[in-house]
């Protein structure tokens, strides 16, 4: 059934008039930033309950927030899945956990995960406007935090312990899970641990989309390999994905405020399902090989990470005529991610092969951020207006060492001032929101030499290519960065509010658009920074109307963001591709075959707008929920061109029933096709999304209970791909999945 059938059922659910509407319990929301429940906030902001993430399949990050309007998601597999706010993704929307800048290596590659531990959490936050300045630089997207409650503020007043499982048909994988909380002896403990293992990933009949190269030999046409492609296996190999964290916090609190500490560990294992190539091999001599490209079917590619935190957070409460109280923090990260290969193993092969095959064996490549941050808010609140005043350092070091290096190591220093003022001015509610950061990045980049030397000479070896001289420049960089966020909301009736926001927000090129300068495989690129790059400007304004009336709600937000000096990666187009293959053959400009991407900058425009509306009505013993929403982004460089990578419209379509403990959910997102394209890019056909969820809790006594959830995405077994993915032809997502989840509460 496709989804206008589903959409005209749907919409005509709206036209029912003899079903009595009753007054829906108010659901009091709080974002853990500034202490304001959600509808006293007017900046756009979603709040994801902890609950709606611990009884739905277990996804990335993005994934996880890809049903929200104006949130999407850019994967490369299961395991990948990076948030995009109004088109803006990367180093433009922050992760955070618990107020602080989660910092892995996730802005390094699209192939790398946002390291982020989604169990037992209490919510997930998604802020734009003045508030999203108090917490992080450069957001000129929005801000994600994920909240739990490792480090308890306020006294536990009875022990809680959780155990979960869950099992999904996708990837014929598992996930398990606990957590304890308790007040022993006047100190609050908290422990958590997840633990899952997923296999690789169905995926429907033909998904795959294979790019031939034009100069493929001949010889190669009746290859066994070519019956065996993925797509009539049925699954997409290197698509599996292994987590495991664990989370430990203790705290003491009284009047005088709290003080609490706690440890954290993630450790994961992933398939990288695409890895770019380029044409061909060459060896040391300049000869070409005679062996065929690596094929997924035929190397094992993926990567691990190891993450530990150390956070340690209080509150002082002063309560004197100036500052209320003085909040502190502090996090010490160490982050690595290892990318390797590994072939695998046939039976029957003899040791020559081994040894021919350890001469070409690669390294791994390590990917570290080691960093350091604290900070200082003062509540300078008074009976007029909410008032924060914040203090931030960092220091944060980057390095990628092994086969597949493409930048030098780099480091960020950053400072930082914040303010935040909120209150009643005449008939309107201000929010007003300034930062200025001061950040140092240094960094350098390397530029090989041009020899004339003999390559004929049959004692050459890697040892001699390692030896080889480049030309370093080094670089030392000082960005002053300002900004301001304003939003201001009235009420016009009971029934009607609108608000206004506007932000200027500067963001600081990240360390990869500076220094990168080398074969990025995961995207297929050969990537070259630009250490010239001046500071984004983003010009934000945004209007809302908010409709609340007799269980009929609305609303709708139109935005316009205006970016100076927009950065972006501009692939080379086929003619300057071919030009450079010829010149690789000739024994210059070696690109390894790879596409040559540069990254440049220019003023671009993005607008767009979402919309929802929905009716609550009474059904039998029960309330049903009825919504139809849209989220549009459009973007456009100065020149005409269109911004790469946006995705496309969506409509999404939701059918929801609750009664006591019982919840049925039903949603259908029909995401458009994209053919507003960049340069050099390719359309992306749209597709049908139709995921159902049924959750039950059963009460075994007054201090137990225990709940039951049943899931199943992509009912359509649809050919889905996001057009913001680098890998969309080669990676599509996840097919048809059924799964079922358990939760036990003592």
Known sequence: MKNYHIALLVMSAFLINNITAND????????????????????????????????????SLGESLDSLLGV?????????????????????????????????????????????????????????????????????????????????????QESKFQAGYETQSVNSGDTQNLSYENNVAGFNLTFAYKNSGFGNFDIPTGAIIHHEEEHEDEEHEDEDHDEDHDEDMGFLANSDFESESSRFGVSKTGEWGFFGVSMSNIESLYGIPFHGEGHEGHDDHGEEHD?????????????????????????LNL?????????????????SLTEQHAEHEEEGHDEHEDEDNDEHEEEPTIFSNNSSEYGFTFDLSNDTASQKLVFNFVNEDTSIVGHEAFMNPASNDELTIGFYRSGDFDLFHVDLGIRYDQINTSGSMSHEEDHDEDHGDEDHDDEDHDDEDHDIEYFDMDKDNLS??????????ENLNVSFGFASVERAPSVIELFMNGPHLSTGRFEVGNENLDS??????????????????????????????????????????????????????????????????QDAELDGYEIEFG??????????TLSFGRDVVNGKFSDGTNIPRLNPARNIYSLAYSEDDLMLTLSLKDVEKQNDIGINEEETNGYQMLNAKAVKTFKLNNDSEFRLSLFANNLFDEVARNHSSFVKDQVPLPGKNYGIKFNFTY
């Open 72 to 156: 999407s998601s850019t994967d490369y597999g299961s395991g990948v899945g990076q948030p995009i706010i109004r088109g803006m993704s990367g180093s433009r929307v922050k992760i955070l956990n618990n107020g602080m800048v989660n910092r892995d290596v996730s802005g390094l590659g699209a192939d790398h995960i946002n390291d982020i531990d989604l169990n037992n959490i209490q919510q997930i936050e998604v802020v734009r406007g003045p508030s999203s300045l108090l917490y992080s630089n450069g957001a000129i997207g929005g801000i994600v935090n994920i909240v739990d409650n490792t480090i308890a503020m306020t006294d536990f």
């Open 615 to 624: 009716k609550v009505m009474t059904l039998g013993n029960g309330n049903l």
């Open 536 to 601: 984004e400007k983003s010009n934000n304004i945004d209007f809302t109307l908010n409709f609340d009336n007799d269980n009929f709600y609305g609303v709708a937000t139109f935005f316009k963001n205006n970016v100076d000096n927009y950065i972006y990666l501009l692939d080379e187009t086929e003619d300057e591709h071919e030009e450079h293959d010829e010149d690789h053959e000739e024994g210059h400009d070696d690109h390894g075959g790879l596409i040559l991407a540069n990254y440049l900058q």
């Open 291 to 315: 062996e065929e490209e690596h094929h997924e079917e035929d190397e094992r590619i993926f990567s691990s990470t190891d993450s530990d935190k150390l956070d340690i957070k209080g509150l």
């Open 319 to 335: 309560d004197n005529a100036y500052v209320n109280s003085v909040a502190y923090y502090f996090r010490d990260t160490e982050y």
């Open 484 to 493: 301001i966020a304003f939003s201001a909301g009235r009420e016009l009736n």
């Open 24 to 59: 829906i319990e108010e659901i009091i929301v709080t974002s853990s930033y500034i202490d304001k429940t959600l509808n006293e906030i007017d900046n756009p902001l979603h709040v994801v309950d902890g609950d709606d993430i611990s009884s739905s399949s277990t996804q």
